[in-house]
């Protein structure tokens, strides 16, 4: 499974973002059925892709998150690249389309295909 970094604050998000060229922000909520459902999910397909740094955001913890990241449902994920959002992803997420789109996206990036 991919490791992660839980981000706690408004700040911790943004140094998170300013620290890694490429980074996979998953925002969800405790009580959320379908957050629990994809976290395991996502953790094993980001696993193939070893230069994204992932990160956890409890949106119960940093409420800002939602107005900061137009966040409207969870759980919501967000590809963002050298401080820019490259893949939005939320409630209901199809990982054929995901794992596809990230696949395009990190071969511009990295010039590598994913590990599988």
């Known amino acids: 499974m991919k490791h992660y970094t ?3 604050s408004i700040e911790k998000i943004n140094d998170f ?3 890694n060229e490429m980074n996979f922000l998953y925002i969800s909520r405790p009580e959320c059925s379908v957050c629990h ?5 996502l ?7 070893p ?3 992932l990160g956890h955001i409890d949106a119960n913890i940093v409420e ?8 409207f449902a969870v759980p919501s994920l967000l590809l963002i ?3 820019k959002e490259y893949i939005r992803a939320d409630r ?13 996206i990190y071969r511009l990036y990295t010039g590598e295909h994913h590990s599988d």
């Open 17 to 19: 973002i300013a620290s």
């Open 64 to 71: 800002e998150v939602a107005a900061k990241f137009d966040v």
């Open 37 to 41: 459902a994809i976290w395991p999910k």
């Open 43 to 49: 953790r094993a397909l980001l696993e193939q892709y």
């Open 51 to 53: 230069s994204i740094h």
């Open 6 to 8: 839980e981000l706690t």
């Open 81 to 83: 690249i050298d401080s």
């Open 92 to 104: 209901f997420v199809r990982f054929e389309r995901l794992e596809a789109q990230l696949d395009q």
